[in-house]
């Protein structure tokens, strides 16, 4: 009985000094299957329990598990687009109580190393993320570190998934492009969800291991961002409102990620929304007052909207920062610029613009500023450039049959003409079958209605410019005294159309009666 008593009393004792409480280790337990769960909120559960329970003789014990979490929240707020700055000090601050051969601070470089998230980042700001820095023999001294460390498996696989990211894998078939699900090595069976969500988010989305991580984990909101930067052929209801659910869910949680008030901006600009838009581009520019995407998409829907004089400011900040994308700024505000017949103003910027940024769209804008100017040398020739790239360019012919009247060259504006109402007929006629199309498709309500509207507009506008066309080919056969031929063409006018009674007026004056 004594010997036993002294093992009850030895027990207790052992009991009483354990260095972690049976309360504490099962919360432990939680907290470690949390952080394999992988969502943000769980991370966040898990380093409030190893805080708690890493005090006394319990801390070395847990101080390891709770340095990885520190490093995985900072890891995920730069997948986020946060700042992640406060979670990184921390795990920095935790080095000096790891094992000398742990290579907390190593972890910590690599993490840091990896660029955040591209969608809610300015370009400014991921160039300092250079590539070089990933040379075949930095990338080999960094999986050394990986594989020989001390850390948790899960952990060092997620950093290595990250590293991966930032330099991803060739084309398996060696050929230039994009890459592919194929090009990917698939995730092993039983890989933790905190490893599978990184290896599914980068270099590609693999929404099907994205959905079942967000159906397994609801709260893992962040998965559901990815997922609905799935590229589509066709905005279905499906499509936009489970965009809608994945997007409105993260912003939700994450309401200062301007990966996430990019995303909704961005999908409300593609439903036709450019008010709503203009808001989370706004919240965008708050969070990243250097977004230059968010920058430049507030410009556009500024100026659809007829909200010139703000578009015109917002083009010119981004001018005058310098940003990527300031070709495309100064073709918005010499667009603005000339809806407002701003000509001078609209002149210099188109000219900028073309200087940067040479196409069909910019070339053909340049035009219409110089005929407007009287400029009409130097109109003709941005037009028929803008037409040599690209014939469909109805407005381009249009402009360059004014400018053959102006010169008063009969025959040449009555076959510019004629070339110009076969172009917008054609416009015509693709935009009904689209729009047939559009009205038979199964899509969002709102986003079907915005294009129904939007085609109705375009179609009778075509037709309208059609037929302007016609007239003024007639006209230029008439005074090319080509008089049966001007007359057919008055006939191809239809009785109910807006020009009807030009038609008929020049038929008058051509035939007398």
């Given at each position: 009985?004594?010997q036993?008593?002294?093992?009850?009393?030895?027990?207790?004792a052992?009991?009483?000094?354990?260095?972690?409480?049976?309360?504490?280790?099962?919360?432990?337990?939680?907290?470690?299957?949390?952080?394999?769960?992988?969502?943000?909120?769980?991370?966040?559960?898990?380093?409030?329990?190893?805080?708690?329970?890493?005090?006394g003789?319990?801390?070395?014990?847990?101080?390891?598990?709770?340095?990885?979490?520190?490093?995985?929240?900072?890891?995920?707020?730069?997948?986020?687009?946060?700042?992640?700055?406060?979670?990184?000090?921390?795990?920095?601050?935790?080095?000096?109580?790891?094992?000398p051969?742990?290579?907390?601070?190593?972890?910590?470089?690599?993490?840091?190393?990896?660029?955040?998230?591209?969608?809610g980042?300015?370009?400014t700001?991921?160039?300092?993320?250079?590539?070089?820095?990933?040379?075949?023999a930095?990338?080999?001294?960094l999986?050394?570190?990986?594989?020989?460390?001390?850390?948790?498996?899960?952990?060092?696989?997620?950093?290595?998934?990250?590293?991966?990211?930032?330099?991803?894998?060739?084309?398996?078939d060696?050929?230039p492009?994009?890459?592919?699900?194929?090009?990917?090595?698939?995730?092993?069976?039983?890989?933790?969800?905190?490893?599978k969500?990184?290896?599914?988010t980068?270099?590609l989305?693999?929404?099907?291991?994205?959905?079942?991580?967000?159906?397994?984990?609801?709260?893992?909101?962040?998965a559901g961002?990815?997922?609905?930067r799935?590229?589509?052929?066709?905005?279905?209801?499906?499509?936009?409102?489970?965009?809608?659910?994945?997007?409105?869910?993260?912003?939700?949680?994450?309401?200062?990620?301007?990966?996430?008030?990019?995303?909704?901006?961005?999908?409300?600009?593609?439903?036709g929304?450019?008010?709503?838009?203009?808001r989370?581009?706004?919240?965008?520019?708050?969070?990243?007052d250097?977004?230059?995407?968010?920058?430049?998409?507030?410009?556009?829907?500024?100026?659809?909207?007829?909200?010139?004089?703000?578009?015109?400011?917002?083009?010119?900040?981004?001018?005058?920062?310098g940003?990527?994308?300031?070709p495309?700024?100064f073709?918005?505000?010499?667009?603005?610029?000339?809806?407002?017949?701003?000509l001078?103003?609209?002149?210099?910027d188109?000219?900028?613009a073309?200087?940067?940024?040479?196409?069909?769209?910019?070339?053909?804008?340049?035009?219409?500023?110089?005929?407007?100017?009287?400029?009409?040398?130097?109109?003709?020739?941005?037009?028929?450039?803008?037409?040599?790239?690209?014939?469909?360019q109805?407005?381009?012919?249009?402009?360059?049959?004014l400018i053959?009247?102006?010169?008063?060259?009969?025959p040449?504006?009555?076959?510019?003409?004629?070339?110009?109402?076969?172009?917008?007929e054609?416009?015509?006629?693709?935009?009904?079958?689209?729009?047939?199309?559009?009205?038979?498709?199964?899509?969002?309500?709102d986003?079907?209605?915005?294009?129904?509207?939007?085609?109705?507009?375009?179609?009778?506008e075509?037709?309208?410019?059609?037929?302007?066309?016609?007239?003024?080919?007639?006209?230029?056969?008439?005074?090319?005294?080509?008089?049966?031929?001007?007359?057919?063409?008055?006939?191809?006018?239809?009785?109910?159309?807006?020009?009807?009674?030009?038609?008929?007026?020049?038929?008058?004056?051509i035939?007398?009666?």
């Amino acid at each position: 009985m004594r010997q036993l008593a002294a093992l009850l009393l030895l027990l207790s004792a052992g009991c009483a000094s354990a260095p972690i409480k049976k309360t504490d280790a099962a919360s432990l337990a939680v907290a470690d299957t949390r952080l394999l769960e992988g969502c943000y909120s769980c991370l966040l559960e898990a380093r409030d329990v190893f805080s708690r329970v890493a005090i006394g003789k319990a801390r070395p014990l847990v101080i390891a598990r709770l340095f990885e979490t520190y490093v995985l929240i900072g890891m995920r707020e730069r997948e986020l687009a946060l700042d992640s700055r406060d979670a990184f000090a921390k795990a920095r601050a935790l080095v000096a109580e790891l094992p000398p051969t742990y290579a907390g601070a190593q972890y910590i470089d690599i993490a840091e190393m990896i660029p955040p998230d591209f969608s809610g980042t300015p370009r400014t700001e991921l160039s300092q993320f250079q590539r070089g820095a990933f040379t075949q023999a930095r990338m080999a001294e960094l999986r050394k570190v990986l594989m020989s460390g001390e850390a948790s498996a899960p952990f060092r696989a997620y950093i290595s998934a990250s590293l991966d990211c930032a330099l991803p894998p060739p084309r398996r078939d060696g050929q230039p492009g994009r890459l592919t699900e194929a090009d990917l090595n698939p995730v092993p069976v039983g890989t933790p969800p905190l490893v599978k969500y990184r290896l599914a988010t980068c270099p590609l989305n693999r929404s099907a291991i994205l959905e079942a991580l967000l159906a397994e984990t609801p709260s893992f909101v962040e998965a559901g961002l990815f997922l609905s930067r799935q590229p589509t052929l066709s905005i279905t209801s499906t499509y936009v409102k489970n965009m809608r659910a994945w997007l409105m869910s993260a912003y939700a949680v994450f309401p200062r990620s301007p990966a996430v008030t990019y995303g909704l901006g961005a999908l409300s600009q593609t439903v036709g929304d450019c008010k709503t838009a203009i808001r989370f581009y706004e919240d965008t520019i708050a969070l990243k007052d250097r977004h230059e995407d968010a920058a430049l998409q507030r410009v556009v829907c500024l100026a659809h909207l007829g909200q010139f004089a703000p578009a015109i400011e917002a083009a010119s900040r981004i001018i005058d920062r310098g940003y990527y994308n300031m070709p495309d700024a100064f073709y918005w505000r010499a667009w603005t610029h000339h809806r407002r017949l701003e000509l001078p103003q609209a002149r210099a910027d188109v000219d900028r613009a073309l200087s940067l940024l040479f196409n069909s769209r910019v070339l053909t804008l340049a035009g219409m500023i110089k005929y407007d100017q009287d400029d009409l040398a130097k109109a003709e020739a941005d037009l028929k450039e803008a037409i040599r790239i690209d014939p469909a360019q109805c407005v381009a012919h249009w402009y360059l049959g004014l400018i053959n009247f102006k010169k008063a060259v009969w025959p040449e504006t009555a076959s510019r003409f004629v070339v110009c109402a076969s172009c917008y007929e054609k416009s015509a006629d693709d935009n009904v079958s689209r729009l047939d199309a559009m009205r038979k498709a199964d899509l969002d309500a709102d986003f079907k209605a915005t294009q129904i509207a939007g085609f109705e507009a375009v179609i009778k506008e075509d037709r309208d410019q059609q037929w302007g066309a016609v007239l003024n080919a007639a006209n230029g056969f008439a005074r090319a005294e080509q008089i049966e031929t001007a007359l057919k063409w008055l006939e191809k006018i239809p009785a109910d159309a807006v020009l009807r009674s030009k038609a008929d007026e020049l038929k008058k004056l051509i035939t007398g009666k």
